[in-house]
């Protein structure tokens, strides 16, 4: 395996592993094995496995800004129905039916968060970068009349989220879809509808 290939190799079982397990329970031994390298590959390639963890975080973050440039930018459809099928979309990849139920970026907010500060500042800045996103579609909203004018994209986009991130977290708890699909009903035909 060359060297680019090894590095993205451990960065794509790293991402599986850190997903399904956490950052805790996931060891250099174990993502090794699992890619078959030598221990020296890995060191070769990141420092510790803290900067491991933050280049999959990275790696976690462009694959689910692709999602959201796909979905919230195809302008065919209105701007709420793509915002709906954003969130469904979610919910379908990260819901308890999924093979690995909730989001990366609250799972390592939740375990690492408070004892990594390079950790935190990407997380803060993923989920500042997320919530534009979504802010941009909802301002599109505003713009074509599909939201009063005097709604608050910004404002909006953090409610939406973080609401999103707590009925994840909810039905990761119950093994149950209901918090999601409440989240999608009060979202969708009450805080948004016209």
Known sequence: ????????????????????????????????????VPKG???H??????????EVLN??????????????RDGKAAPLKRLRRYFEELMANYGPAATVSGCMLANLSLEMADHSDSIQSLLHVSFS???????????EAIDRGELAKSSKP??????????YE???????ADRSSKPLENFLHFAFNVLLKR
């Open 59 to 72: 790696l976690y973050v462009r694959g689910e800004n692709e999602r959201a440039e796909k979905i919230l």
């Open 154 to 163: 910004q404002e909006l986009a953090s409610f939406l989220l973080n609401s």
């Open 41 to 43: 590959s890995f060191y």
């Open 1 to 36: 395996m060359e060297v680019r290939n090894t590095r993205e190799h451990l960065l794509q079982v790293g991402l599986r592993r850190i997903h399904a397990m956490g950052y805790a329970a996931t060891g250099v031994k174990e993502i090794l094995d699992e890619a078959g």
């Open 129 to 139: 970068n997320w919530q534009t996103a979504i802010a941009d579609i909802l301002q």
């Open 166 to 172: 707590g009925a994840l977290l909810r039905s990761k």
């Open 45 to 54: 390639h990141f420092a510790s496995k803290e900067a491991f963890a933050k």
